[in-house]
């Protein structure tokens, strides 16, 4: 996300502009010396050594190395002070809590994990949550947090912060989430559904700024995130991309969301759970079935194994999910024209098997304009991820977008990035 000609300047001087421009490109690496900085800029070079001396001064930047010489007196580098801020990512799962603290360039410095039903209402959950980031914290060095992001298994109003009629997450609707971690960190946080988390760590693992992506998630439930030319696209209320409950034509499971015929109820992971059980009842064998006979119970996670070690009726449940999510995707190919799916979440983590159904189902039902040059490939799988995304999203938000707002204080403020939202 190098892109600083995205910065939205509001009313502000050349100066600041230029000052802006430069720490952002440092910061990113566009350019590391003076003199790369005034062929960029097109800037002189007293102006440039002005605007270097006033971003060192105000603690954005400093002095490093020699770059190597070519021939006359070598250039000093210039540094991003990486290290005068943390980013805070909290990362809600429908089973677990995953916070992680970084410096300002993403690189994580402490995380820690635990098993959590999310179903167990906001008050206890974010208890929980802030309690595990003040451990992470306590054991830092007190550097300030200069931003936080949360990613919450649900649809979430990226505006306000506050999950919107999220379907496994019963006590959250509407719950304000940013303001609790707002005033317990004294600075600016942004909510936003867990896939778009992952989409944002795709998107920062590729050179392309402009890059056009979908991140399908098929684990329990079924999403995607959509990266529109670099930026996510969150829709007019942050529903965009909530694919797992589009109707699947003839389908008449009922939804986790109170409809029926939703592309989860029919292809989500607990979707797979029933439908192996029934299977299972209704004398389907294999190692599957002798595992639910000798008294296991059924899991998602238990299928997917089994299907990686051959077990036909694993196999066959998690296929038939690829497809129905492939025809779903196809729809989205054809409307979207990404360059890039990434099928992600634990259905899809039997890799080939799940992907070479959702290649064949986008292939045959989408249009060949859309399909040209679209590459489609499974995620790194990594439980990193989330981490990875909420700092891409928080380096977006304070170094692309706000930057101007705060700029002048030295460092974030609730009031400077957010305004007066409460
Ligand atoms: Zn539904």
Redesign the pocket.
Same mark, same amino acid.
């Given at each position: 996300m190098a892109n600083v000609s995205t910065l939205r300047f509001g009313a502000q001087t050349d100066e600041v502009t230029s000052l802006l421009r430069i720490v952002n490109m440092v910061r990113v690496g566009d350019a590391v010396t003076r003199p790369e900085i005034g062929r960029i800029t097109g800037l002189g070079r007293g102006v440039v050594a002005q605007r270097v001396d006033r971003a060192v001064e105000m603690g954005f930047l400093e002095d490093a190395e020699y770059a190597p010489s070519s021939g006359g007196r070598a250039p000093r580098t210039l540094r991003f002070r990486a290290e005068r801020g943390r980013i805070v990512v909290c990362a809600l799962g429908g089973l677990h809590i995953h916070v992680g603290v970084t410096d300002l360039d993403g690189a994580i410095l402490d995380e820690a994990h635990q098993a959590w039903d999310i179903s167990r209402g906001p008050d206890e959950t974010l208890r929980t949550a802030t309690s595990m980031v003040d451990d992470l914290l306590a054991r830092g060095d007190g550097t300030p947090v200069w931003g936080l992001v949360v990613g919450l298994p649900g649809p979430v109003d990226f505006e306000t912060g506050r999950p919107v009629a999220p379907?496994i997450m019963p006590g959250w609707n509407d719950y304000d989430v940013r303001t609790v971690f707002e005033q317990r960190y004294d600075a600016p946080v942004w909510v936003d559904n867990d896939v778009n988390l992952l989409a944002a760590a795709e998107r920062s693992r590729r050179r392309d700024e402009a890059v056009d992506l979908i991140y399908c998630k098929v684990g329990t439930g079924i999403g995607a995130g959509l990266v529109s030319h670099g930026r996510l696209h969150r829709g007019a209320n942050g529903a965009a991309g909530d694919m +797992?409950?589009v109707r699947v034509p003839g389908a008449e499971q009922v !939804?986790? !969301? +109170?409809?029926v015929g !939703?592309?989860?109820?029919v292809a989500g992971g607990w979707a797979l759970v029933r439908d192996a059980g029934a299977a299972i009842a209704d004398g389907a064998t294999g190692p599957l079935a002798e595992a639910v006979a000798s008294g296991e119970t059924l899991t998602l996670e238990k299928i997917t194994l089994a299907a990686g070690r051959g077990d036909a009726l694993a196999i066959s449940l998690v296929q038939a999910s690829a497809r129905q999510v492939g025809e779903a995707v196809a729809a989205l190919v054809n409307m979207f024209n990404p360059g890039v799916i990434v099928v992600g979440g634990a259905v899809a983590s039997t890799g080939e098997l799940f992907l070479a159904e959702v290649r064949q189902r986008v292939y045959e039902l989408s249009l060949p304009l859309a399909t040209r040059d679209l590459a489609i490939k499974t995620s790194e799988n990594d439980s990193r991820e989330p981490l990875r995304g909420g700092v891409d999203l928080a380096k977006e938000q304070l170094f692309e977008l706000s930057l101007p707002r705060w700029f002048a204080e030295g460092r974030p403020t609730v009031a400077a990035v957010h305004g007066a939202h409460g």
């Open positions: 379907p +797992g409950h !939804c986790r !969301c +109170g409809k !939703c592309l989860e109820a």
